[in-house]
């Protein structure tokens, strides 16, 4: 067990509770679309160096909690910071810079690029991305130690032998590891990853689920969105639960499973469903 | 029918100051369209801002050489310009703005309001005899290349101009072979993604799109010079969508293409017209449906099923890559 995860066997399964040494803390958060308040979490923070797991129904506002923290949306109100620094306001890109990498729900390769130049364009240090240093040159040795730290990492996801092959031309599952790849490019401390597992064949799952805890083995802290909850017990050292935008539990992975609020948000959204389909 | 005259006819058009121009211009509009994915529907400004910035120049008593910096300048100011407010929006509103702005751009400089500058509808003449001064050849004299003779004076704009979109579309190669260009495809294939990795697309998009209107300045600068005129009317928006059926035939993100699809382009257009007159006049039936003028516009039917057939039989275009359009998203 990393020590992050560790430091969280004395925290109370309590909506909100206070971390031992928290990476992102959020406060006050709200979004609403019209009249649906799709966020409003009052208080969260995500201890540094777990895999700690947001599950919550459909429509429970994961993905745009997700979007708010890291700059592709705008946030009604509230504040959150990364590494105790302020993250507000700042643009989706440098939020990637300060050590935030994000993954998208739906996969989103750049499919006419190579499965290689995918990995390498991740590289936050190229100094030929200049348009000027594009102009007069002098950027080949960056190129090619970014290019040396991508085929690394393609090795280590398993996609060297797709490196030439144009992004477009692999299957989903590689799609998912090449996005795991690419965000670790861009040397983040946070990686948040939504649905990294959803459309993947169980095999692949395995594989992917190691990878994942290898980021925290790694010093890493990653943040994931699963509906499985087998997965989730599986790999998380803290579950948050979200649902119509609010936190209503958090904890580990074995106290979430027996949480009556837990079951009650689940089996309410399938009530809910019910009747939709009716 | 004399199949000959009309390829030389032809052959003289894809290698004419026409021809420079929409290939120096389609290398801009390729760096924007083809490897950037913006769609600037106002490519025609470009050339405008770097004919006029040129000519009016020289009409306000400073030299050739100073103009051509001044129109070149003004075609980056303006993407600018149109970039600032729209290309954090989405890819829709660059479109929508651009294609009013050359309009606007386009009455503005024919309006008697900024005449005593534009000339307003007359436009500016004879403003480029520092240029045509430098010719070595005779400008009368008729010059043969093989079965073309040109006149000497078409003979020093056609090696300057070509020299000209050599140099720049290499320049572009290097510049698309680079990190940067790398950059720039990636924000074609997807904007967000390439955002989640720590890029700023913004600044890379307002590159692209004055980079891609600087060089589109320059064919509006050739033009005007060889020309020794400017008007408001050689502006109109339709020189955009040529422009843009120059890429697309050449094959748009590629780095020949564009010069490819303005000699093609030109070819075309030119053999089709020869081969139509002559028809019009010499065969009967023809003749008989067709007047001189219907001869004319037919070219324009022509050229856009050659396009549609292009397109259903090579979508990628002439150099496009066949793998990578059949990459899916
Ligand atoms: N751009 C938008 N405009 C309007 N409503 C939106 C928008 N984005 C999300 N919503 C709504 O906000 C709510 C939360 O959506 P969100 O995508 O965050 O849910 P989620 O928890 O990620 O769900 P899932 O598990 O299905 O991915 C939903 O009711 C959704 O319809
Ligand atoms: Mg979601």
Redesign the interface.
């Known amino acids: 067990m990393a020590d992050g995860a560790a430091a969280l066997t004395g925290v109370a399964p309590r909506p909100g509770v206070a971390k031992p040494d928290p990476i992102l803390v959020v406060e006050g958060v709200t979004r609403s679309f019209g009249g649906l308040q799709a966020v409003d979490v009052s208080h969260l923070e995500v201890q540094r160096n777990t895999v700690t797991a947001l599950i919550g129904p459909n429509g429970a506002g994961k993905t745009t909690l997700f979007n708010l923290l890291?700059g592709?949306d705008q946030a009604d109100s509230g504040s959150w910071s990364l590494n105790g620094g302020p993250i507000v306001g700042i643009?989706?890109?440098?939020v990637?810079?300060r050590g935030m990498?994000?993954?998208?729900q739906l996969t989103?390769?750049?499919?006419?690029?190579t499965v290689l130049?995918n990995v390498?364009?991740?590289d936050?240090h190229?100094?030929?991305?200049?348009?000027w240093?594009?102009?007069i040159g002098g950027?080949r040795r960056?190129?090619e130690e970014?290019t040396v730290k991508a085929k690394a990492l393609l090795e280590r996801f398993g996609l060297e032998h797709m490196a030439d092959e144009?992004a477009?031309?692999l299957s989903g599952g590689q799609r998912k590891l090449l996005e795991l790849a690419?965000?670790m490019?861009?040397e983040p401390e946070l990686i948040m990853l939504d649905e990294p597992m959803a459309g993947i064949n169980p095999a692949l799952t395995q594989q992917l689920l190691t990878h994942i805890t290898g980021l925290r083995d790694e010093g890493k802290t990653v943040i994931f969105v699963e509906h499985d909850m087998d997965v989730v017990q599986e790999i998380s050292d803290w579950v948050v639960v979200l649902a119509e935008g609010q936190v209503i539990a958090e904890g580990t992975p074995s106290s979430i499973a027996g949480n009556p609020d837990v079951i009650e948000a689940y089996l309410g959204a399938h009530r809910g469903k019910a009747v939709e389909d009716e | 029918m004399d199949w000959s005259g009309a390829i030389t006819n032809g052959i003289i058009s894809a290698l004419g100051p026409v021809a420079i121009a929409y290939a120096v211009s389609a290398i801009g509009l390729n760096l924007q369209f083809g490897f950037t994915g913006l769609l600037n529907f106002g490519h025609v400004a470009f050339m405008m801002v770097g004919a006029y910035g040129t000519a009016a120049t020289v009409e306000a008593g400073g030299s050739l050489w100073l103009g051509i910096g001044v129109g070149i300048l003004a075609a980056v100011v303006l993407g600018l310009l149109l970039g600032l407010p729209t290309l954090r929006l989405r890819a829709d509103y660059l479109a929508i703005t651009t294609i009013a702005a050359a309009e606007t751009l386009r009455l503005l400089v024919r309006s008697p309001v900024t005449r005593s500058v534009t000339g307003g509808v007359f436009g500016i003449q004879g403003f480029a005899e520092e240029f045509h001064a430098l010719n070595p050849f005779g400008a009368s004299t008729g010059y043969a290349i093989g079965p073309l003779v040109v006149s000497g004076r078409r003979l020093f704009v056609m090696i300057v101009g070509w020299t000209v979109v050599l140099i720049l579309a290499l320049i572009v190669r290097r510049l698309v072979k680079s990190p940067w260009g790398r950059l720039l495809k990636a924000i074609r294939e997807d904007e967000d993604a390439t955002r989640s990795l720590g890029k700023n697309v913004f600044v890379a998009k307002l590159q692209a799109l004055a980079l891609g209107g600087a060089l589109a300045s320059v064919g509006g600068v050739l033009l005007a010079i060889e020309q020794q005129n400017v008007s408001p009317d050689s502006f109109l928006p339709q020189v955009t969508f040529i422009i843009y059926v120059v890429v697309i035939l050449g094959g748009a993100g590629t780095i020949w293409g564009p010069m490819l699809g303005a000699v093609i382009f030109q070819f075309f257009f030119y053999f089709v017209d020869s081969v139509m007159r002559q028809a019009q006049a010499n065969v009967s039936w023809v003749g008989a449906i067709l007047d001189s003028a219907g001869a004319a516009q037919i070219r324009f039917v022509l050229v856009g099923l050659g396009l549609m057939a292009l397109l259903v039989f090579r979508p990628q275009g002439m150099l496009g890559s066949r793998r990578e359009a059949l990459v899916d998203g």
């Open positions: 890291t592709f643009p989706a890109y440098q990637a810079r990498v994000r993954t998208f989103r390769a750049l499919p006419r690029l130049d390498v364009l991740a936050p190229n100094p030929g991305e200049s348009l240093r594009a102009l950027w960056g190129e970014a144009y477009g031309s690419r965000a490019m861009v």
